[in-house]
């Protein structure tokens, strides 16, 4: 093997081969095929290489099907299913599919932070690839933060965000297709939740600290909506520098699991009309922790939709009933 095929090698793993897949996020799994009746140990190497990683990925899953792939996501936790948008039949599979509404994920997100307790881990499987186009990209939340000027930093480690499903869809995107709107306003938001986040964390894990944001966020305590928008941007583009991300070319049967508490992901929305499916696994989490130790808090859900515990649809419609101002979100 020639030198610059062994240079992006990590060499402390014992139960398969690590690459690197970018200087700064992600890493290829090599030689493993994954599955729920993998060892402990396998499975602790896994989570070791997320942890250190952010964003793994594993190619040629072609044995997975949903059961399988829900089963290897039961490893690293409790699976849960998407709060608003219902899930396969049978499972609790989150899927996105371009032909339908609200299936481009082209904007940059943390899994489900409209909620006080978020995803800890996702682990998403290609369904159907498009012969090009359609890369996810994912970034080091963690490596924003330590990058950030001191001063920037104390700001940071002071605000507190909230989060909504009912967030400003339309903002950065240059087209919007009407299925996609009315997906959102039907399913995605058909009921409310927003939580309240601290902007920094504290990884529950390992200890870093990171920058919570992404779009999902609607406003910063204390601050204007339009003070608010601008301290995002500022630290929201501190997240999605080149440098700091990872792009990924999707194969047919490529599964990425990345670590929802250090990374943003983006889906690139430059495939057209080709088909592309994609269904996500979701490792059910626990709340965010300010540097201050005070913790992620609800402050609107369907009633007996409690943290933490398994969500059920029990106010479908009553969003839309209540006559509240909405626009579609995306996972
Ligand atoms: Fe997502």
């Not at 009746?37 to 040629?60: A, C, K, N, W, Y």
């Not at 990374?263 to 996500?280: F, I, K, L, M």
Request: aromatic share 8%; proline share 4%; net charge negative.
């Amino acid at each position: 093997m020639s030198t610059h095929q062994t240079e992006n090698l990590e060499p402390s793993y014992q139960s398969f081969t690590v690459r690197r897949a970018a200087g700064n996020i992600g890493a290829e799994i090599e030689g493993l095929r994954i599955s729920g009746d993998l060892p402990q140990s396998v499975i602790d190497e896994i989570e070791q290489v997320l942890l250190t990683h952010r964003v793994v990925f594993f190619r040629g899953q072609d044995h997975l099907d949903d059961r399988t792939h829900q089963a290897f996501g039961a490893r690293f936790g409790t699976t849960e299913a998407h709060p608003t948008v219902p899930s396969r039949e049978g499972t609790r599979l989150f899927e996105l599919d371009a032909s339908k509404g609200g299936g481009r994920a082209d904007s940059w997100h943390t899994d489900v932070t409209f909620k006080s307790h978020y995803p800890k881990i996702c682990i998403l499987r290609a369904v159907t690839v498009p012969a090009y186009g359609g890369d996810t990209v994912w970034a080091n939340t963690v490596r924003a933060y330590e990058k950030l000027p001191p001063e920037l930093k104390s700001l940071a480690e002071q605000l507190w965000a909230v989060h909504s499903n009912d967030y400003d869809y339309a903002k950065d995107r240059q087209e919007l297709d009407k299925a996609r709107l009315e997906h959102h306003k039907k399913v995605f938001i058909s009921d409310l939740y927003e939580a309240e986040h601290p902007v920094v964390h504290v990884h529950p894990v390992t200890g870093e600290r990171a920058l919570l944001l992404g779009h999902f966020i609607k406003s910063l305590h204390n601050f204007s909506t339009t003070e608010s928008a601008r301290l995002f941007e500022l630290l929201q583009n501190r997240v999605t520098r080149l440098d700091n991300t990872v792009r990924w070319q999707w194969q047919q049967h490529d599964v990425a699991m990345w670590d929802n508490r250090a990374t943003q992901h983006y889906a690139v929305n430059d495939y057209g009309n080709q088909p592309r499916v994609v269904r996500r696994v979701t490792v059910q989490g626990g709340t965010a922790t300010s540097i201050q130790g005070q913790t992620s808090r609800t402050r609107t859900a369907p009633q007996f939709s409690e943290p933490g515990q398994e969500d059920t649809r029990v106010q479908a419609g009553a969003a839309a009933a209540s006559g509240r101002s909405q626009e579609p979100a995306l996972a």
